[in-house]
């Protein structure tokens, strides 16, 4: 893409609606809009100041195309820092493209995806991790999300980088210099405090690599599989967390033959709740395919919510006779250790739906069979906030409080990760008294990580990768 054209895009979204913002920016862009813009009060645009707002119409020569207000950002005072001219029409589709359309007819290039934030990018007015941050806030849609988003585009996360790279590039500096000294035997850089430089970078280092744990199921969500036999309140559970009809639920057992999927915000924590077919022995084909499924699910899932009847009828074989709890829910027993056997890793909630159909007595005993249960009756939405509160302690949200910065990014993730392994050489060097020169390789090759991240060191192809991602028009 030339970044010399004048470019235009819908900045707001595609379809009717009540306003619509089209977006003009580039040299040229007061120039273009200026002849088409005839104002309400006779004023010519390109004499007006920059930061105003202006009523007039949108002309095809004699021809109203409509009535608009025009916001005029001249010079490097706008969101690219290049003259910018913002239309606001109205929403219908016929007008956004007629405008469209005249402005393409008048000079302008119809914007490629990302290319506003890429040019805010080049001209200086943020760095690439800060670029990437508007792509992240445009996709937040939970509170914590948007949070870290925004904690990011006021370049929370770019000043600690910025710091720790300048710092080490300081000392490179000196250590360049001893090079030029070599046969001096001199030390510019103070080793003691050079070793103080890279204690400390690695520990900030290791600390916001460990933040991608928390920061990449903020921004994705936390998969949670609902598993169990047909018929013990899958469905119902799931209708009662989202607090709307969102799964059929019958007392047909085997009604669910596929996955269900559906978010919810808890905590500003976004959960992807999955219900899945009931896990049984069955001759039905499809519904056989549905079981196969829910253990891939249960694979991707974060955490597993294992749901069983607490009023299980007792079994046929002994239908006069009271059997002891324990015995009553050995089936029970034995799928939750198959699942923690195949899974070990992974959070497991053991839930007793349907309680409110057991006196105190069975309660009890219950609770005695089975360590770590959840009571719950999802039909009468009792436990659920509890549940709610369950599946948030599986998250740690103590540097969310703390408003600490969070990585959320894989390709920061991943520099980051190279530049630990680079800085743990310079570690090694200075604990070996390796040679100047040799240390210096180690400290270029981390001060290149550093600059991948906020994009003082890029390539066209990372650019290109990075705000391919983007929506069109920002």
């Known amino acids: 893409m030339n970044i010399q054209d004048t470019i235009v895009a819908l900045a707001s979204p595609a379809g009717a609606g009540a306003i619509a913002v089209i977006r003009v920016s580039g040299e040229k862009a007061i120039q273009v809009c200026t002849p088409l813009f005839k104002s309400v009060s006779g004023k010519i645009l390109s004499e007006q100041k920059t930061h105003t707002i202006h009523l007039g119409h949108i002309m095809d020569g004699k021809r109203t195309i409509d009535e608009v207000l025009v916001s005029l950002f001249k010079g490097s005072n706008s969101y690219t820092g290049e003259p910018t001219v913002e239309i606001s029409c109205h929403g219908s589709s016929y007008i956004q493209q007629e405008i469209i359309q005249l402005l393409l007819r008048s000079g302008c290039r119809a914007a490629k995806a990302g290319e506003f934030t890429l040019r805010s990018f080049i001209n ?92 990449n199921v903020i921004k994705n969500g936390i998969p949670v599989a609902i598993v169990g036999e047909p018929n013990v309140g899958k469905s119902t559970l799931l209708n009662a967390l989202l607090n709307e009809e969102r799964a059929i639920v019958s007392d047909i057992a085997g009604t669910t033959r596929d996955t269900l999927e559906d978010e919810l915000s808890i905590g500003g924590i976004g959960f992807r709740f999955i219900d899945t077919a009931g896990i049984r022995e069955t001759v039905d084909v499809i519904e056989g395919l549905g079981i196969k499924k829910t253990f891939e699910k249960i694979k991707q899932a974060q955490v597993v919510v294992y749901l069983f009847d607490a009023a299980l009828p007792e079994k046929p074989s002994l239908p006069s006779a009271s059997l002891p709890e324990g015995e009553k829910y050995s089936s029970v027993i034995v799928e939750i250790e198959k699942i923690k056997n195949q899974f070990p890793q992974k959070p497991l909630v053991i ?124």
């Open 124 to 215: 200086g007015k943020m760095d690439l991790s800060q670029a990437e941050a508007v792509a992240d806030l445009i996709a937040s849609d939970n509170e914590a999300a948007h949070q870290i988003a925004m904690q990011q585009m006021r370049g929370g996360f770019s000043n600690e980088i910025a710091q720790l790279r300048q710092e080490l590039l300081n000392f490179a500096s000196l250590i360049e210099l001893e090079l030029d000294f070599s046969e001096e035997d001199v030390e510019f850089a103070d080793r003691t405090q050079f070793k103080e430089l890279i204690a400390r970078i690695t520990k900030v280092l290791k600390r916001l690599i460990d933040s991608f744990a928390i920061g």
């Open 351 to 474: 839930i007793a739906n349907k309680v409110d159909q057991l006196n105190e007595s069975a309660i009890s005993n219950l609770q005695s069979s089975i360590s770590n249960l959840h009571l719950l009756s999802a039909k009468n939405n009792l436990g659920v906030d509890e549940l709610k509160a369950k599946l948030l302690e599986f998250v740690n949200t103590g540097a969310l409080r703390n408003d600490e910065t969070i990585v959320t990014n894989s390709r920061h993730y991943d520099s980051l990760l190279k530049a630990l392994e680079e800085i743990e050489k310079v570690q090694y060097g200075l604990d070996t008294s390796l040679s100047g020169d040799l240390m210096a390789i180690d400290i270029r090759e981390a001060l290149y990580h550093f600059g991948e991240i906020t994009g003082q060191v890029t390539n066209d192809e990372l650019l290109g990768n990075i705000f391919a991602n983007f929506c069109i028009g920002k």
